[in-house]
């Protein structure tokens, strides 16, 4: 099969920015034709297409470069500033499992339940190791509703419509993702030599900012800010879709801090690693925003928005504590069945209590949850945080 990740990216060092542009766009339609579509209905022709750029003022416009987007897999779920070789230009490069990750897991919130987000951690966390090229099984009705949407049109003001998962919100999400990149061209977090590490990826040599977490929260706060300009029922609905993208990477994150903990390494990321901070500010910052805007004058719907936040944060919080561990065991203990088992769950051959079944009797072969590997696990979670 021909993948994303198979082919790579060969680039001729003679092209300008915009053919390197035309160029991804080919291999993309040829290779995954659904990527390109949202690629297309998100940037079409470069930054100055998107549905950022319109509600953004003169002034934030003014210093952003005007460059296109392209989206090839970087695997990293991130999004840097890239140069063409042959000097006349830049673009901006958009890792494609950010569409990926991003379908797969707002489509399964919040009907699909704890295998499905588990499936997409599992998922998240392999990035760089395994690729599974088609997307989940559960994505294409919620695209479908998506699809059939007509997004209502100024003059009607704000209509409430309720859908069956957030993959609505997957354009604010990918305004967001932009709006960060271009707080830091604005905050001129790019300057000076100690910021910007440079890579070659394929070819193209990259321009990335070393995380800085002053810089990021920054950054978050600076694009949070843009896309407080849509209407604040929108906003209120579609700042979930943001949420459940950080607190996502927060479970992969913890999921590698537990392989790593289970390994015997003692000495690992606090707590409160960088997704779940910028969650954390987001919320907070969100939070204050509707607060002002609406007075407190809460209507059912906007009400109704923010009790699901509230509900699927609990939610989460009680699944990354059950599952998130467990997980990391199974991994651990056997990595091909555990991989093997949540792709099955992932394409639809493996129902809910099939996939339950199987990963008891991983648990069951491996004892993990007997007394005495509950009890090891605590060891080796105490020895973690005093060393
Ligand atoms: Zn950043």
């Known amino acids: 099969m021909h993948t994303l990740r198979s082919e790579p990216f060969l680039l001729n060092r ?10 991804a ?22 930054v100055e297409n998107s549905d950022l750029w319109a509600i953004m003022t003169p ?20 999004t840097c500033i890239a140069e063409a070789p042959a000097g006349d230009g830049q673009f901006i490069v958009f890792d494609t499992c950010i569409f990926k990750e991003l379908v797969d897991l707002l489509s399964a919130v919040p009907t699909q339940g704890l295998p499905a987000w588990t499936a997409c951690v599992l998922q998240g966390a392999l ?10 099984f559960w994505t294409e009705a919620a695209i479908r509703e998506v699809k059939a949407y007509e997004w209502p049109k100024p003059d009607h003001g704000v209509v409430y419509t309720r859908f069956s998962s957030l993959l609505i919100g997957l ?3 990918v305004m967001f993702i932009l709006a960060h990149e271009f707080a830091h061209q604005k905050l001129n977090h790019l300057a000076g030599d100690l910021s910007v590490v440079l890579r070659e990826l394929g070819g193209i040599v ?24 849509v209407p604040v029922g929108y906003f209120a609905t ?17 999921f590698n801090a537990e392989c790593q903990r289970i390994k015997g390494a003692t000495s690992l990321p606090s707590d409160h690693p960088d997704a779940w901070e910028r969650g954390r500010r987001i919320s907070e910052l969100s939070a204050d925003f509707i607060e002002t805007t609406t007075q407190g004058n809460l209507d059912e719907s906007l009400y109704k ?23 990391a065991e199974c991994y651990w203990n056997d990595p091909e069945r555990t991989v093997g088992i949540h792709d099955a769950f992932r394409d639809g051959s493996l129902g809910v209590d099939e996939y339950k079944a199987e990963m008891r009797s991983i648990e069951t072969k491996h004892k993990i949850t007997s007394t005495w590997y509950g009890l090891r696990r605590t060891v080796r979670r105490v020895k973690s945080k005093l060393f």
């Open 14 to 23: 003679e092209w300008s920015s915009r053919q390197i542009a035309e160029q």
């Open 25 to 46: 766009r080919l291999r993309l339609a040829k290779l995954r034709p659904d990527v390109l579509e949202l690629h297309d209905a998100l940037f079409h022709d470069g």
């Open 59 to 78: 002034e934030e416009k003014e210093g952003i470069l005007r460059i296109p987007v392209i989206a090839i897999p970087i695997q990293e779920f991130n």
């Open 127 to 136: 990035r760089k190791v395994s690729w599974t090229e088609s997307p989940a």
């Open 171 to 173: 354009r604010f999400c």
């Open 206 to 229: 990259v321009t990335a900012h070393q995380k800085h977490h002053a810089r990021e929260f920054e950054a978050d706060a600076w694009a949070l800010k843009v896309l407080t300009r």
């Open 238 to 254: 579609w700042l979930l879709c943001i949420e459940a993208m950080f607190w996502y990477l927060n479970s992969i994150e913890l």
């Open 305 to 327: 928005s923010l009790k699901a936040r509230k509900t699927l944060f609990e939610w989460w919080k009680k699944a990354n504590g059950l599952m998130i561990p467990l997980l």
